[in-house]
């Protein structure tokens, strides 16, 4: 079992719906990170956070560090939105390492 | 001005060939890694120099060799590339090891025929 799980691996949908990609991980945690992967193959930085909620434009993530859990919501979502969206984490006492999730596939029909 | 900028994006070249994949950081940040995307999409972390210093250095065979002339530049050579090698390598840094939002370069698909 991986320590940080990511779901759904695959979502469709269309366009304007509300979008929920869940990250559960199984170590204590420092920080999480919410990254995106276009088709084109650059990985840009969404949020990093440790507890609480952020949000920036359409996008809003959420942790929950008791249940060890981290949400991303991609609100009136777009097609520009189709993208790799990965979770990693950073371990608590850990040499500096990142533990990265497979990623969730996320297609917006128009 | 790009943050984080490795070069060449595309190599391709043949087995037992030597390559070299540059990178360089203009945040001023501590922290920098070598990572390999393969074919499955999975990101795994290569190494990590902190400040010049090598911090992370996972298994990877010793073909591969990192470079880190001062904190903005992280190099990546490969001796005698095998069919194995062939993926995306992305750089990326961070302001401190293991801590602070990651910048990733363009990535570098490397090509080994």
């Known amino acids: 079992k991986n320590e940080v799980e990511q779901s759904p691996q695959n979502l469709t949908a269309q366009e304007g719906e509300f979008i929920t990609i869940n990250c559960s991980y199984s170590?204590?945690?420092?920080?999480l990170h919410w990254l995106q992967q276009h088709p084109g193959g650059g990985i840009v930085s969404l949020f990093m956070l440790s507890s609480g909620k952020k949000k920036h434009g359409r996008l809003i993530a959420t942790i929950n560090i008791q249940e060890k859990h981290s949400s991303l919501h991609i609100t009136a979502s777009h097609p520009r939105d189709s993208a790799v969206y990965i979770c990693?984490?950073?371990?608590?006492?850990?040499?500096?390492?990142?533990?990265w999730g497979a990623g969730t596939k996320l297609i917006i029909k128009p | 001005d790009t943050a984080v900028s490795q070069t060449p994006k595309y190599l391709v070249t043949q087995m037992g060939n030597d390559k070299s994949i540059k990178c360089e950081q203009n945040?001023?940040?501590?922290?920098m890694y070598w990572y390999k995307q393969d074919s499955k999409k999975f990101l795994k972390i290569m190494f990590s120099?902190?400040?010049?210093?090598?911090?992370i250095n996972e298994t990877v065979p010793n073909r591969f060799s990192p470079k880190s002339p001062d904190k903005a530049h992280l190099n990546l050579h490969i001796n005698s590339l095998e069919l194995g090698d062939s993926a995306v390598y992305f750089c990326?840094?961070?302001?401190?090891?293991?801590?602070?939002?990651?910048?990733f370069g363009e990535g570098s698909r490397l090509t080994v025929l």
């Open positions: 990693a984490v950073g371990e608590e006492d850990s040499n500096y390492q990142l533990i």
């Open positions: 120099y902190n400040n010049k210093e090598l911090i």
């Open positions: 945040l001023g940040h501590d922290t």
């Open positions: 990326a840094s961070s302001l401190l090891a293991g801590y602070g939002e990651l910048f």
């Open positions: 170590v204590g945690i420092s920080a």
